[in-house]
């Protein structure tokens, strides 16, 4: 061997060996310094449980405290599991926690532009800024009537179906985001729409299962030619089908504006025709394709969610009958039979608006905070360092069962979401710190990132419960275990039975007639068939 050659593989040794100790020294170096979790390995990071990590999130942070970090690979991920740390990081310094980890199959492969997985930037607020021409107090208001309406067919259907209440939620929850995004109502959650919608979102979370793609961890995959790369080319195909279906919806409302023209009218309102009408006057920076995937938007984020909330409301009322019966006493008072609950009535029932909240709390939908934030600076929090490109998960999970602002978080009461003044209010369930968050919880997220559709879900769930409330009594048929959710990124509990029946006959008259109105208040939303 020449003293060259020697010497190269002597260099190629010593970079092999030196390369790696750099990276695991600096690793070791920023692992040091950022807020202490479980011992990651080097390069490889944490063991996290197969199934519900928050559980698992949960129970260490009684061993290392309300923020800690796990490591994914060599990437950092800061947990949270207290309210007001969360505000500190998401909200106060909300310029530097606002973005999202690099999604390179569901974001960047599969694209679809949905402003859920886009990083913080002028992408992401173009696509936020139009979907708040559909979330404004005013375009809120005129939801009102639609929501009435379909919480009365909800509670109508299911007085006749009772044990389809859980199909009767997504329908109603379907229907409701639909007829804003396009002015059509969902009479059945086996149309064709909603059959080929479920088909995209199971794709999408397909994409999102850890380990399933490489590119995930290796990047550079993605640009891997598609001819080269049969996985590239399915999940491509997928995109493309979502993409065309997402045009044809807004084609459709197209159609509909001309031909209620031609005819002298005005067709149903929407947020596919608002943005229509907002490009003709100016121009709006995103191609058709992206365009077409902000009204889309509102289903996949807005649907399952509410529908999932409504279901672990079931499922509170009959492990906790007690509320039940204080919901119904206020029904009584406030309502009476002759009619059933509206908007107008909601500053008198405050029992069923503080119910609504305690579902959120109690089982979270959107379990670790819905989809996760990561920080575009380097941060210092209680003398820890937060690198730029952490990952931040809320742990809603431990945040909304965190005892020292929700003591007994395993009980389902309404009553600590009710005033002080309240007859009702129960003050030991008042917690040694206040929630930050106006609301009392922080179920929707935080910050610039916050659910652009949380005073529309919060709606939706205010005025479904109501109508249940007063038309049904809701009880048990066997005991419940109160955690058999299923996993995900937004949990619902697992299939159940119960018994729901019509208060009297005299509710269930009320309701056949008050349907009759509310099929009328939907007709201006014709069904998509
Ligand atoms: C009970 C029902 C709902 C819950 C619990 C919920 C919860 C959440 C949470 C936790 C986030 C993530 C927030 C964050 O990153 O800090 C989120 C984001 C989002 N939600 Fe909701 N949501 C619900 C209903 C809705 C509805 C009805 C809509 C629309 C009609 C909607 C649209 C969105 C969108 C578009 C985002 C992404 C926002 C962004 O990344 O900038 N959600 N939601």
């Not at 390369?19 to 040091?32: A, E, Q, R």
């Not at 984020?301 to 039940?324: F, M, R, Y």
């Not at 005073?455 to 007063?470: G, R, V």
Request: hydrophobic share 40%; glycine share 6%; proline share 8%.
């Amino acid at each position: 061997m020449s003293l060259l050659s020697a010497l190269a593989s002597w260099y190629t040794w010593a970079g092999l060996v030196a390369i790696p100790l750099v990276i695991l020294l600096s690793d070791i170096w920023t692992w040091y310094r950022m807020p202490p979790g479980p011992l990651p390995l080097p390069f490889v990071g944490n063991k996290f449980p197969s199934s519900k990590p928050w559980i698992q999130f949960q129970e260490w942070s009684k061993i290392y405290g309300p923020i800690f970090t796990v490591w994914v690979g060599r990437r950092p991920t800061l947990v949270i599991s207290d309210p007001q740390i969360a505000v500190d990081l998401m909200e106060k310094r909300s310029n530097k926690y606002s973005s999202r980890p690099r999604f390179v199959v569901m974001g960047e492969i599969y694209g679809g532009g949905s402003v859920l997985v886009q990083p913080y930037g002028k992408e992401w607020s173009v696509r936020r800024k139009l979907l708040h021409r559909a979330m404004t107090p005013a375009a809120l208001r005129t939801y009102k009537a639609r929501q009435e309406a379909e919480s009365t067919r909800l509670a109508f259907r299911i007085m006749r179906n009772p044990d389809n209440w859980e199909r009767e939620f997504d329908r109603f929850t379907a229907s409701v985001v639909f007829s804003i995004s396009y002015g059509h109502r969902i009479d059945s959650v086996d149309s064709p729409i909603i059959r080929e919608r479920l088909e995209f979102m199971h794709f999408m979370a397909s994409l999102n299962v850890p380990g399933a793609y490489k590119a995930e961890s290796f990047p550079i995959l993605k640009y891997i030619p598609p001819f080269l790369a049969p996985w590239k080319r399915n999940i491509e195909a997928h995109s493309n089908l979502e993409a065309q279906s997402n045009i044809a919806l807004v084609e459709g409302v197209k159609r509909d504006i001309l031909v209620a023209k031609e005819k002298g009218l005005e067709a149903a309102p929407s947020l596919t025709q608002t943005l229509l009408a907002v490009r003709e006057e100016e121009h709006i920076p995103l191609p058709e394709k992206d365009f077409c995937n902000v009204p889309s938007s509102l289903f996949g984020a807005g649907s399952d969610t509410t529908a999932s909330t409504l279901c672990s409301a079931i499922l509170a009322l009959v492990t906790h009958p007690e509320a039940l019966v204080v919901a119904h006493a206020e029904m009584e008072s406030v309502i009476g039979i002759s009619r059933t609950p509206t908007f107008d009535d909601e500053a008198n029932l405050p029992y069923i608006r503080a119910l609504a909240k305690e579902v959120l709390r109690w089982r979270p939908v959107a379990v670790l905070g819905g989809t996760p934030h990561a920080s575009t600076e380097d941060d210092n929090y209680e003398g820890w360092l937060i690198p730029r490109g952490t990952t931040i998960l809320g742990n809603s999970w431990a945040i909304n069962l965190n005892d020292e602002y929700y003591p007994k978080p395993d009980l389902f009461n309404p009553a600590r979401f009710l005033d002080e003044k309240d007859p009702r209010y129960v003050p030991e369930l008042k917690g040694q710190k206040t929630h930050p968050a106006k609301a009392g919880h922080s179920s929707f997220g935080w910050g610039r990132r916050i659910c652009p559709g949380a005073d529309l879900a919060a709606n939706s769930l205010f005025i479904a419960l109501a109508k249940l409330i007063w038309s049904f009594d809701i009880q048990a048929t066997r005991t419940y275990d109160t955690l058999d959710y299923t996993d995900g990124f937004n949990i619902r509990p697992k299939p159940f039975k119960c018994s729901i029946r019509i208060r009297s006959e005299e509710h269930k008259r009320t309701l056949e007639k008050e349907k009759l109105e509310a099929d009328k208040e939907m007709e201006k939303f014709p069904a998509y068939v």
